[in-house]
């Protein structure tokens, strides 16, 4: 697993996202102790941050594309 410092800003939403899918998977299992428990829930807000990032861009994209059409169809 990823160390929960490692920084995220490289990361693709999608990597983001499927590694959150497993951070989360592992934290269910409930089979860690409480420190790697901590850590992999550092990690997963940390990735949760980057998932939020990538998505408020696309947002904001979509928008600047629909604001340009709404321009020239003026």
């Given at each position: 697993?990823?160390?929960?410092t490692e920084d995220t800003s490289a990361l693709s939403y999608e990597q983001a996202r499927d590694e959150l899918v497993r951070v989360v998977?592992?934290?269910?299992?409930?089979?860690?102790?409480?420190?790697?428990?901590?850590?992999?829930?550092?990690?997963?807000?940390?990735?949760?941050?980057?998932?939020?990032?990538?998505?408020?861009?696309?947002?904001?994209?979509?928008?600047?594309?629909?604001?340009?059409?709404?321009?020239?169809?003026?």
């Amino acid at each position: 697993m990823t160390a929960p410092t490692e920084d995220t800003s490289a990361l693709s939403y999608e990597q983001a996202r499927d590694e959150l899918v497993r951070v989360v998977a592992e934290l269910e299992q409930g089979s860690s102790t409480l420190e790697q428990s901590l850590a992999l829930w550092e990690r997963g807000e940390a990735l949760a941050r980057r998932c939020e990032e990538w998505l408020i861009g696309a947002k904001a994209r979509l928008e600047a594309a629909r604001a340009g059409q709404a321009d020239a169809a003026e």
